[in-house]
T-cell receptor
Framework: EDQVTQSPEALRLQEGESSSLNCSYTVSGLRGLFWYRQDPGKGPEFLFT???AGEEKEKERLKATLTKKESFLHITAPKPEDSATYLCAVHPPSNTGKLIFGQGTTLQVKP | DTAVSQTPKYLVTQMGNDKSIKCEQN?????MYWYKQDSKKFLKIMFSYNNKELIINETVPNRFSPKSPDKAHLNLHINSLELGDSAVYFC???????????FGDGTRLSIL
């Protein structure tokens, strides 16, 4: 069964303390891996798409990487405004348009 | 200039009632989706439509009926609401079925 697991469930960092979030998946024939940010009371906001192992994408303090079994979201020198829930989702080959989401990592960055 | 908009934002109603949630996107996308996010924040797809045609229909009770009058709108009607239907429902759209999906801000449904 296609599955996405994110770790840790919650992460507390001090401002400026870099770290990484993990997303592991059991999907054969991946057709895309997506990272989203969700703020309380809002919908998920699209961050990155990765399609093949070795691919990397960057946006400000965030960098997403992809291997054959997992993806990492690296956060460099985070600021309090980076506090949010980060969701990972995969697009399996079997169902067109269907995204399978992980349960998310809730990040809190303290000043 | 909201991209994906849902109404209402909050919906509080009694068990057994029938209610609808509306979704509109102004991105010119061909595909639209409904997701349910439970109390543990887990997002699960319910339906998807491509240019008014139903593409995905996950294992959802037939009390839930999506309707797409045109490719910019996808509404969700729910009959005979149950306590377990309490959740946040998100609408999303994408340019192509394999592309990134853009979400609305959700409708929080609470059943009393």
């Amino acid at each position: 069964e296609d599955q996405v697991t994110q770790s840790p469930e919650a992460l507390r960092l001090q401002e400026g303390e870099s770290s990484s979030l993990n997303c592991s998946y059991t999907v054969s024939g991946l057709r895309g891996l997506f990272w989203y940010r969700q703020d309380p009371g809002k919908g998920p906001e699209f961050l990155f798409t990765l399609y093949s192992a070795g691919e990397e994408k960057e946006k400000e303090r965030l960098k997403a990487t992809l291997t054959k079994k997992e993806s990492f979201l690296h956060i460099t020198a985070p600021k309090p405004e980076d506090s949010a829930t980060y969701l990972c989702a995969v697009h399996p080959p079997s169902n067109t348009g269907k995204l399978i989401f992980g349960q998310g990592t809730t990040l809190q960055v303290k000043p | 200039d909201t991209a994906v908009s849902q109404t209402p934002k909050y919906l509080v109603t009694q068990m057994g009632n029938d209610k609808s949630i509306k979704c509109e996107q102004n991105l010119g996308h061909d595909t639209m989706y409904w997701y349910k996010q439970d109390s543990k924040k887990f997002l699960k797809i319910m339906f998807s439509y491509n240019n008014k045609e139903l593409i995905i229909n996950e294992t959802v009770p037939n009390r839930f009926s999506p309707k797409s009058p045109d490719k910019a709108h996808l509404n969700l009607h729910i009959n005979s609401l149950e306590l377990g239907d309490s959740a946040v429902y998100f609408c999303a759209s994408s340019q192509v079925e394999e592309g990134p999906q853009h979400f609305g801000d959700g409708t929080r449904l609470s059943i009393l």
